[in-house]
Nanobody, 126 residues
Framework: VQLMESGGGSVQAGGSLRLSCRASGATSGTYCMGWVRQAPGESREGIATLGSGGRTTYRDSVKGRFTISKDNDKNTLYLQMDSLKSEDTDVYYC?????????????????????WGQGTQVTVSS
């Protein structure tokens, strides 16, 4: 499975961005998928997952502000980010696999995905 993110950039606090992740490869549609972010020198942080049946989970710090979704026809995962804060500044990664899709919520804390995109920078200025 190959993952390619796009949509990062710079925005002022309170603004919005939408990240996209196009997936390709065999059976990519059956995987647990998620978004992970990482600041320099810090551990990766799971922020949203999407598993079987369309079940979603979110890190507490982004609940109500971020929305994960997927267009199966386009094989593309999205992360809509609203009401952005300066502390959301990070490199954001799309990730997939590593765990059964029915247990996808566990990836929020385990962050043990098998496949990773290259990352896209999100910068929020206050």
């Amino acid at each position: 499975v190959q993952l390619m993110e796009s949509g990062g950039g710079s925005v002022q606090a309170g603004g919005s961005l939408r990240l996209s992740c196009r997936a390709s490869g065999a059976t990519s549609g059956t995987y647990c998928m998620g978004w992970v972010r990482q600041a320099p020198g810090e551990s990766r942080e799971g922020i949203a997952t999407l598993g079987s049946g369309g079940r979603t989970t979110y890190r507490d710090s982004v609940k109500g502000r971020f929305t994960i979704s997927k267009d199966n026809d386009k094989n593309t995962l999205y992360l809509q980010m609203d009401s952005l804060k300066s502390e959301d500044t990070d490199v954001y990664y799309c990730a997939a696999g590593g765990i059964p899709s029915w247990d996808c919520a566990a990836q929020l804390s385990q962050v043990d995905f098998r496949y990773w995109g290259q990352g896209t920078q999100v910068t929020v200025s206050s």
